[in-house]
DNA sequence: TTGTTAATGGAAACCATTTTCATTAAGGAG
DNA sequence: CTCCTTAATGAAAATGGTTTCCATTAACAA
């Protein structure tokens, strides 16, 4: 089993298996949420829409269990700045949905974008390489964000 | 008094003043310290050093100068996935020290790069450009962050 | 089926950050 | 220089997302 680095390929089933995690109720329920959910959800956005269907999933298994997927990179754990959490399925860096995000500092209101993507990753991939080398990280993730105001909220002033 | 919009150029006597907020003893003190120090402080290490020059300025009011400073733009707010903000002196995108950071997901130690930031400030400023007009935002700043595991922890496993 | 041990839930703990509120003092007006 | 308005402050209490604890349950390998 495993449990170090398991960010590699393969679905899910195979994937919590072949790294000695189980697989469990509540884990379905929550992947399952997610992989149906459009946006960045809060634990307990997941916790809300879970718990119909499986009242018995606690907050606590769902803030474990998105920990263990974001460690096994099948989540992204994002900060908009307000104070908490927020998680959306991830995908490769060459999947369809790859984005980044822009971030309305006054009403945290989130714009995922995809333009200029292509450049970005170009940009990303030879950096983290770069980096990698130079600082001996193994590196398995980025992040980028932009911030401002959006243009409800610089109207506003 | 423009409390709105104040980022602009200026240093911070004038910023202070010319935005209506007052220059007093506190917001003096944590300028001064930040502007010493190297590094990423927390609203903690920054009351520890301010302290015991400083005795009576309590950690409620870092918290509120941080704010003040970073809505000003004269401060970076990071963060660094530890529970407790970062921050550090701004400088403009292309000030001597403008620098992105590499972060272990083990242990928290964060590398301060330089490499690949020219290229890395050209693109950001054609997609920043880009990306304000299309959705209509007036973008202030951007985050990029990579993260992995530095040679340490990456041997640990 | 059984045994080992990972996973779970509920409640309590944690702890960085915010809020409250009475007090102080910055800095413009006169 | 003094007064006055109101921003800024500190101490203490509140907040609230996330973690920890611990006794119980259940995955899944043998």
């Known amino acids: 089993m495993p449990r170090g680095n398991c960010r ?20 379905e329920a929550i992947l399952d949420i997610l992989s149906k959910s459009e946006g960045h959800l809060s634990a ?7 718990h119909p269907k499986y009242p018995n999933v606690g907050l606590t298994t769902i803030y474990r269990t998105l920990d263990v997927l974001s460690n096994l990179g099948m989540v992204s754990k994002l900060d908009f700045g307000d104070r908490r959490a927020r998680y959306e399925l991830a995908e490769g860096p060459k999947g369809a949905h790859h984005h980044h995000h822009l971030v309305c500092t006054d009403c945290n209101k989130v714009v995922d974008y995809t333009d200029f993507i ?10 983290e390489k770069g980096l990698g080398a130079k600082y001996n990280f ?20």
């Open 118 to 127: 292509d450049d970005e990753v170009e940009l990303l991939r030879e950096t």
């Open 8 to 27: 590699g390929q393969g679905w899910w089933h195979g994937k919590f298996q072949g790294c000695g995690y189980r697989l469990t109720a509540g884990r």
């Open 44 to 50: 307990e956005d997941i916790y809300m829409k879970v």
């Open 138 to 157: 193994k590196i398995t993730n980025h992040i980028i964000q932009f911030y401002g105001l959006c243009n409800k909220c610089s109207a506003k002033k």
